[in-house]
């Protein structure tokens, strides 16, 4: 028998769904709403939801004590470099574990996937120190290249899957017409695969933006991207609910509006 | 000129030999048929000759060059594959158009080819639609157009009805033979249909466990086949092998006759005796599968309707001229 769908049924899953949608926005909701009260008003108990005194001060405020474009060009920079070097690496590397894969290539996947399950932490201080050593401390070449040596296993699991739906014959009809490796991936595995590098480029570069872990602990001020300037309002002194807020709700306007349009 | 000459080809992958040293000419123009039972290698075959596989030794001449260590689209074939292997993101037109794009040709001789081909298959108008939004009929048409367009010294078909159903199946056997013959082309053609083989081939290979059994004309080969195993192959109903003393009395450890070489007598006096055990009257032709005690089951294929039926007695008068005989190695004994 087939599913009856009532008019009923219909409203209340809509509900449902409007609901549970409205429950995991209401932390972002609620840090937009924070970023416009005063530092009071901010942490008052009971909580004011719309009838506040409205104000712009926090992000005048903010704006002054840091420079949120630095930081903000940082993010870009970080996030954009990184995810750039690790396409350009991971796409042949899937290429070549997808199509040509001898007897280790799982093992080397798994391998790679491993190396994601040690905490960032285990390794902070050896890399901490080959940073200084070498100079690249709070510097953006520092950050690109940590970002993208920390996402690239997952990038190349998520393309290695993706080319492994790619049908084998359509390569090796490339093949007889002539095409090269390089013209096979430029005009037959790219085009096939790009809603997939699309969804691999997006997941990575918001990875990239929001990594917290080596951002904090390698930059100052220099290099620091968002992720940083955030925490600066988390400080010694107390915490500036507002502020904070503040400059959270401008750390993540790019990327949330990034997914939205993508 | 299309050519092309195997010597002693031998394919492995790692221990596991699949082609154990094949021989063949196919001259230049002629449609070759590569038949025989699935993991008989021959598709393996054809891809060696595309250059998709490498050989593990022997030589492949197109031309009389030696091409082992040429790429594939240096060969100068073209290949149509079972799945179409149609690029799904490229119109009609940019797929056939690929391998002349590929090659460096100018934009105006390319459209002008492109242009010719569809004609030829009657894909006019669908050259800018993607190939999701055609028939499987049509995707086939584009798969061949994408092979002629590049005017092959080959052309190399690895089994490219067997997604199609059996009416444009015989459809399309009909296109691929006329056009082949309109083209003068060469023709490698892998299927494990014998129907396909016998009715487009100009010589047959047949191929079992990575051997050649035999290379000849389809009828050549239904009227004297090398050895059993190309007997029992080729021909549909099987042929019926009879060993024990009425082999010996012929001088052959097996004989065999086929189906429609047997006259079936009710009752008869002479022959082969035996007891009908299923009948499948087709209007057209009648098999029965005949219990006949010591000599087994027997097939006979009588043309036209014959009233017979489960459990009745019947003798099988076999065509003493059409009577193959084989020796203890299963090869064929000449008189």
């Not at chain 2, 082949?180 to 053609?189: H, M, R, S, V």
């Not at chain 2, 009879?242 to 086929?258: N, P």
């Not at chain 2, 007891?275 to 000599?295: C, I, K, M």
């Amino acid at each position: 028998m087939a599913r009856m769908v009532t008019t009923r049924r219909k409203v209340i899953s809509t509900a449902a769904a409007w609901l549970v949608g409205f429950l995991i926005f209401f932390p972002i909701l609620w840090m937009v709403l924070a970023s416009f009260k005063t530092e009071l008003e901010a942490f008052a108990i009971p909580p004011s939801f719309l009838f506040f005194h409205w104000t712009t001060e926090n992000y005048v405020t903010v704006q002054e004590r840091s420079d949120y474009f630095h930081h903000a060009l940082n993010s870009i920079i970080i996030a954009g470099g990184s995810t750039l070097i690790a396409m350009l690496i991971a796409i042949p590397a899937a290429w070549s574990m997808a199509f040509s894969p001898t007897k280790r290539t799982k093992d080397i996947l798994l391998w790679m996937l491993s190396t994601k399950m040690m905490p960032p932490v285990g390794v902070l201080v050896p890399i901490y120190l080959i940073f200084r050593t070498v100079g690249l401390l709070d510097t953006r070449t520092g950050l690109v290249f940590i970002l993208c040596l920390g996402n690239l296993p997952i990038v190349i699991w998520m393309l290695f899957t993706y080319f492994k739906e790619i049908p084998k014959d359509i390569l090796e009809a490339a093949r007889m017409d002539g095409a090269t490796i390089g013209r096979e991936l430029i005009y037959v595995l790219t085009p096939m695969a790009v809603p997939g590098l699309a969804s691999t480029m997006l997941l990575n570069l918001i990875l990239a933006w929001n990594e917290a872990f080596w951002t904090l602990n390698l930059s100052t001020l220099e290099a620091a991207p968002l992720t940083v300037f955030i925490a600066s309002y988390s400080s010694p002194e107390g915490l500036f609910w507002a502020k904070l807020s503040a400059a959270s709700t401008l750390a993540i306007a790019p990327i949330l509006v990034l997914g939205w349009f993508s | 000129m299309g050519q092309i000459t195997l010597q002693g080809v031998q394919k492995s992958f790692g221990p596991v030999h699949i082609i154990k040293g094949a021989d063949l000419d196919i001259a230049d123009g002629s449609f070759v048929v590569f038949v025989g039972p699935s993991g008989c290698g021959k598709t393996t075959l054809l891809r060696l000759i595309a250059g998709l596989e490498d050989v593990t030794g022997g030589a492949i001449l197109i031309d009389g060059r030696n091409v082992v260590d040429v790429p594939p689209a240096k060969r100068g074939l073209s290949m149509v594959f079972q799945s179409y292997a149609l690029y799904p993101h490229m119109s009609v037109r940019g797929n056939i158009a690929f391998g002349l794009k590929m090659a460096g040709m100018a934009k105006d001789e390319i459209n002008r080819k492109v242009e010719a081909a569809a004609a030829t298959l009657n894909l006019t108008p669908y050259l800018d639609r993607k190939p999701r939004e055609l028939s499987g009929g049509q995707r086939q048409r584009v798969a061949i157009g994408r092979a002629i367009v590049r005017e092959p010294k080959a052309f190399l078909f690895d089994e490219p009805l067997s997604n199609l159903d059996a009416a444009l199946r015989v459809q399309m056997r009909l296109e691929v033979t006329r056009l082949q013959k309109q083209l003068g082309t060469t023709a490698i053609y892998v299927t494990h249909d014998q129907v396909e083989a016998m009715t487009m081939a100009d010589k047959i290979v047949v191929l079992n466990s990575g051997k050649i059994e035999q290379y000849g004309s389809p009828l050549e080969l239904y009227e004297k086949p090398a050895n059993l195993f190309v007997a029992g192959f080729i021909g549909s109903p099987k042929m019926n092998f009879v060993t024990g003393d009425l082999a010996k009395q012929q001088g052959a450890a097996t004989i065999g006759v086929r189906p429609e070489h047997l006259k079936v007598e009710r009752d008869g006096q002479g022959g082969w005796h035996g007891t009908v055990s299923v009948a499948e009257h087709l209007g057209s032709d009648t098999f029965l599968y005949v219990d006949a005690g010591p000599l087994g089951m027997l097939t006979a294929r009588y043309i036209g309707e014959l009233d017979l039926h489960p459990g009745d007695k019947v003798s099988l008068i076999p065509d003493p001229a059409r009577i193959h005989r084989f020796d203890d190695s299963g090869k064929s004994i000449r008189a």
